[in-house]
């Protein structure tokens, strides 16, 4: 990456460095894939870094544990199916990411023998960016490397009183550049995550508490009042809303369960035979001609259960009707039958999971007790 020039002079450099560095060794805030100075894991490190992309520290935490009780080292999850690993990924959603990962272990496992040690190589993997090639290069090996996400960012605007939006190429040039002065010297990994605690817990987005900020001296936004106004708010598109209605067919005790096709929304998830409800339809009519294009003749009953999502850039409504078939589609290909007792291992949707546990007790599968499988 070109890099434009200097943005802080060398005095403030240093001292911004030294009181983040105070600030972290004072009390950083405790958390399962920390490791004291030195003895970073970079598996660990790498797995936490993706997660907590677009996720809440304290969101990640439960998923990181069950993820690491089941995949504690590279070669574990290299060698896990992909089914396995997106059902540990359950729930934490961008499943991209979570199948992006096991690729990264085996090519990592099969090109360097291990997580390689720069920056270049790292970013050379499936679903590594600029930040998480600088967070793993910086925290696990010691490197100084920048790492700049949407909390580094805002800090970086208010420090720096770095004027336009962090998403636009000049600013976000900038926002890199003055992390890669910030990050040169000492500790680099304890510096970046100073920064991205500092986000986190003092720096934050509407209200920021400077009255308690280690850096406040250092901070030109403070110094000119500016620190609510810095970095302009992102305009935000409304949520589309996507009305979804699901079929529940269950057949020998078994739920019909279909495969997502593996890009955009839930790729790759298992989920109720469903089908999008355009505006005006009706939910049964759409669902029952969806799943005949795809060779399923479903017969729609009457509806089960429905929930409510709100994900990233949708609004999610799952509507599930009771549905029957004369005769599935031969096995393999895109549909399974799913006993109760398989379905916590199994990759579905946080949505899905939602919508079978809501299902009344008469439209569930059941182990012991069949059900009637017609209305
Ligand atoms: S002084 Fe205020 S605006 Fe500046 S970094 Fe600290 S919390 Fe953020």
Same mark, same amino acid.
């Given at each position: 990456?070109? =890099?434009?020039?200097?943005?802080?002079?060398?005095?403030?450099?240093?001292?911004?460095?030294?009181?983040?560095?105070?600030?972290w060794?004072?009390?950083?805030?405790?958390?399962?894939?920390?490791?004291?100075?030195?003895?970073? +894991?970079?598996?660990?490190?790498?797995?936490?870094?993706?997660?907590?992309?677009q996720?809440?520290?304290?969101?990640?935490?439960?998923?990181?544990?069950?993820?690491?009780?089941?995949?504690?080292?590279?070669?574990?999850?290299?060698?896990?199916?992909? +089914?396995?690993?997106?059902?540990?990924?359950?729930?934490?959603?961008?499943y991209?990411?979570?199948?992006?990962?096991?690729?990264?272990?085996?090519?990592?496992?099969?090109?360097?023998?291990?997580?390689?040690?720069?920056?270049?190589?790292?970013?050379a993997?499936?679903?590594?960016?600029?930040?998480?090639?600088?967070?793993v290069?910086?925290?696990?090996?010691?490197?100084?490397?920048?790492?700049v +996400?949407?909390?580094?960012?805002?800090?970086?605007a208010?420090?720096?009183c770095?004027?336009g939006?962090?998403e636009?190429?000049?600013?976000?040039?900038?926002?890199?550049?003055?992390?890669?002065?910030?990050?040169?010297?000492?500790?680099p990994?304890e510096?970046?995550?100073?920064?991205? +605690?500092? #986000?986190?817990?003092?720096c934050?987005?509407?209200?920021p508490?400077?009255?308690?900020?280690?850096?406040? &001296?250092?901070?030109?936004?403070?110094?000119?009042?500016?620190?609510?106004?810095?970095?302009?708010?992102?305009?935000?598109?409304?949520?589309?809303?996507?009305?979804?209605?699901?079929?529940?067919?269950?057949?020998?005790?078994?739920?019909?369960?279909?495969?997502? &096709? &593996?890009?955009?929304?839930f #790729?790759?998830?298992?989920?109720?035979?469903?089908?999008?409800?355009?505006?005006?339809?009706?939910?049964?009519?759409?669902?029952?001609?969806?799943?005949? =294009?795809?060779?399923?003749?479903?017969?729609?009953?009457?509806?089960?259960?429905?929930?409510?999502?709100?994900?990233?850039?949708?609004?999610?409504?799952?509507?599930?009707?009771?549905?029957?078939?004369?005769?599935?589609p031969?096995?393999?290909?895109?549909?399974?039958?799913?006993? &109760?007792?398989?379905?916590?291992a199994?990759?579905?949707?946080?949505?899905?999971?939602?919508l079978?546990?809501?299902?009344?007790?008469?439209?569930?599968?059941?182990?012991?007790?069949?059900?009637?499988?017609?209305?």
């Amino acid at each position: 990456m070109v =890099l434009p020039m200097p943005v802080l002079p060398s005095a403030r450099r240093s001292a911004l460095r030294r009181r983040l560095l105070a600030w972290w060794d004072a009390g950083h805030r405790e958390l399962p894939w920390r490791f004291p100075t030195g003895e970073a +894991d970079p598996y660990r490190v790498w797995i936490s870094e993706v997660m907590l992309q677009q996720t809440q520290v304290a969101a990640v935490v439960p998923y990181y544990l069950r993820f690491l009780e089941r995949f504690p080292t590279l070669e574990a999850l290299a060698e896990a199916s992909e +089914d396995e690993v997106l059902a540990r990924w359950s729930g934490l959603g961008y499943y991209a990411r979570g199948r992006r990962l096991r690729a990264a272990a085996r090519e990592m496992l099969a090109r360097h023998g291990g997580v390689p040690r720069s920056r270049e190589a790292l970013a050379a993997l499936p679903g590594f960016g600029p930040y998480t090639a600088g967070a793993v290069a910086s925290i696990a090996f010691g490197l100084e490397e920048p790492c700049v +996400d949407g909390n580094v960012a805002r800090v970086l605007a208010r420090l720096g009183c770095v004027e336009g939006a962090p998403e636009a190429p000049a600013t976000r040039a900038r926002l890199w550049a003055l992390a890669a002065e910030l990050v040169r010297g000492p500790r680099p990994g304890e510096l970046n995550q100073a920064l991205m +605690d500092l #986000g986190a817990t003092v720096c934050g987005k509407a209200a920021p508490r400077c009255a308690r900020c280690p850096v406040a &001296p250092c901070c030109a936004a403070r110094a000119r009042g500016r620190e609510r106004e810095l970095p302009p708010a992102r305009a935000r598109r409304a949520p589309r809303r996507l009305e979804v209605a699901c079929a529940v067919v269950v057949q020998g005790g078994r739920l019909l369960l279909e495969r997502r &096709p &593996p890009g955009g929304l839930f #790729g790759g998830l298992w989920e109720l035979p469903g089908a999008e409800v355009a505006p005006g339809a009706t939910a049964p009519a759409a669902l029952a001609e969806a799943l005949a =294009l795809r060779g399923l003749r479903v017969r729609v009953g009457k509806e089960l259960a429905r929930v409510e999502r709100v994900l990233t850039h949708r609004r999610l409504a799952l509507t599930a009707f009771r549905g029957s078939v004369a005769r599935l589609p031969p096995p393999g290909g895109q549909l399974r039958l799913a006993a &109760p007792e398989e379905l916590p291992a199994l990759a579905l949707s946080a949505a899905t999971r939602a919508l079978v546990e809501a299902l009344p007790a008469s439209g569930r599968p059941a182990a012991r007790r069949r059900i009637r499988e017609e209305e």
